[in-house]
């Protein structure tokens, strides 16, 4: 498989991861508002965890034992604590502020995973990736803080709570994408590896939900565990996008959440992009361009070594 042929697959899973993503955390918004963190947590790990047992027994190939066969459970664990800590703070933050804010904030993880990559995992970057995620940034600041909204804020304990958890997320999710990479590179399979991401994230929130756990309507039920579903498709994308690319590559598309929130919000609750959210867009969109059409940026900038 030529370069440009992985790169285009790995964008194409990479925007499938993001968007999965983005439709499960207006689930979280929408639809569970009223469910514990825990609760939500623990309904979408179980219908994930059940789905990936399924899919992973029904394959063809090898052995029972051999199919959840990992080169390290140890990072699994690692990986799941991140994801629970990342997914636990960011459904609280989304109770104590507003969907805007916590999207916002935890969209400071692609450059911080960028960074992680390129000391952990020593990984090179590339103007065009540097360009993109500068761009992603601007539009994030752009919409956080370059509109009327900024002044209609209220600036509580519970608001700044709200801000706390978003920027605990937005490491977590990071750290979560670094160890991702990790076992990408193990040639662990993706479905096995997204059955023990789900299971041990299970497992480890189940003692914090006891104590908050009580009853729900069955629409509400049916969602979170929709969303576990939903999620499976999520991991397991961003496990074969970064098979396929670097981390580094692969950050400055997390910014499309940001537009695909926008888009959903206008077909379910017909709310109008904003003036300075359809500047982010733009912004954002730019970025993406200067990875999506790598060889057209170096062009245009007139790059000969390309």
């Not at 609760?39 to 219908?47: D, G, K, T």
């Not at 994230?201 to 069955?218: D, E, Q, R, V």
Request: with cysteine; aromatic share 14%.
């Amino acid at each position: 498989m030529n370069e440009d042929t992985k790169h285009s697959l790995a964008t194409f899973f990479k925007i499938v991861n993001i968007a999965t993503f983005a439709i499960v955390s207006l689930i979280w918004k929408l639809k569970l508002e009223n469910v514990a963190s825990e609760q939500q947590y623990i309904l979408q790990a179980f219908a994930a965890v059940v789905t990936l047992f399924f899919i992973i027994i029904l394959l063809p190939g090898k052995e029972f034992k051999s199919k959840f066969k990992v080169y390290s459970i140890k990072s699994y664990i690692y990986r799941a604590v991140a994801n629970a800590i990342g997914i636990l703070a960011m459904m609280e933050a989304l109770k104590l502020t507003g969907a805007n804010e916590v999207m916002t904030i935890t969209q400071l993880s692609p450059a911080i995973t960028a960074c992680f990559a390129v000391i952990f995992l020593k990984e090179k970057v590339r103007l065009n990736w540097i360009i993109a995620l500068i761009f992603g940034i601007a539009g994030v600041l752009v919409m956080l803080y370059g509109g009327p909204a900024r002044f209609q804020v209220s600036f509580s304990s519970q608001y700044f709570q709200g801000v706390a958890l978003s920027l605990i997320a937005a490491f977590s999710f990071s750290s979560y994408n670094i160890i991702c990479k990790k076992q990408t590179d193990a040639n662990d399979n993706h479905f096995t590896q997204a059955f023990y991401c789900f299971l041990f994230g299970f497992l480890l929130a189940l003692p914090f939900s006891i104590g908050k756990w009580k009853a729900i309507s069955l629409e509400e039920n049916l969602w979170a565990l929709g969303s576990g579903v939903i999620g499976v498709l999520s991991v397991v994308c961003l496990f074969l996008s970064f098979k396929l690319s670097t981390v580094v590559r692969m950050s400055p598309h997390s910014y499309l959440r940001i537009i695909i929130t926008a888009i959903t919000m206008y077909i379910l609750k017909d709310e109008v992009p904003s003036p300075h959210l359809t500047m982010a867009i733009g912004l954002i969109l730019i970025g993406n361009f200067c990875v999506v059409f790598e060889k057209t940026f170096y062009r245009l900038i007139k790059k000969p070594n390309y």
